[in-house]
C-alpha cells in the first residue's frame, strides 16, 4: 500500500512540473533511476527526462554595419541627426583627440551604459542617452573595443549599430595625410 503511494506522489510531482514548462514541445526519457526511502524498503522508479524546445534560445540580430573613413568623413561634414558617432575610448584618450562630433561613452569603464535609464546616463555622462531608433557608429584606437561595443549595443536593443573597424588609428592617419 505506501509503495503504492509513493510511487504516485514521485510520478504526480515528477509531471506536475514536467508540465510547468511552457516552451517544452517534446519530452524523450533518457534514463531511469530507482529511489528508496531509509524508512520504506520498496524502490520506486523515477524516469529522467530530456525536453526540447522548437523555439531558438539565441535569435539573430541584424549584422552591424562596416564603416570606412570616407564614409566617416562624409557624416562628419554633412551631419544627421539620426547618427550618433560613440567614441569608445577612455576619457583620457578622447580629450587627447576625437573625431569631430563624437560623444564619449567609455566601454572599458562603463560597459552597461547604455542600459542606463535616461536618468542616470544623463547624471553619469553630461549629455542625453541616444535613444533605440537611431543609429550608433562606434569606434576606439584600433576597432577592437568598438566591437565589443557595438556587439553589447545589440544586446541593449540598439538595432541600428555601425563599427568603423579602422577607428581613430585610421582617421588620424587619413586626416595627417592632408596635412
Known sequence: MSRLITRSIVRTNLLTNLRRSALVTQRTPVSSLFVQSTTNKYAVPVFLFRSYSKQPIITEEPPAKVYNYEQIKDITEAPDSNVVLVDVREPDEYKAGFIPGAVNI?????????????????????????????????????????????????????????????????????EDKKK
Open 106 to 174: 567609455p566601454f572599458k569603464s562603463s560597459p552597461g551604459a547604455l542600459n542606463l535609464s535616461k536618468e542616470d546616463f544623463l547624471d553619469t555622462f553630461e549629455f542625453e542617452k541616444p535613444s533605440k531608433d537611431k543609429e550608433l557608429i562606434f569606434y576606439c584606437l584600433g576597432g577592437v573595443r568598438s566591437s565589443a561595443a557595438e556587439e553589447l549595443a545589440g544586446t541593449f536593443g540598439y538595432l541600428k549599430r555601425g563599427n568603423y573597424i579602422g577607428s581613430w588609428e585610421d582617421w588620424v592617419a587619413h
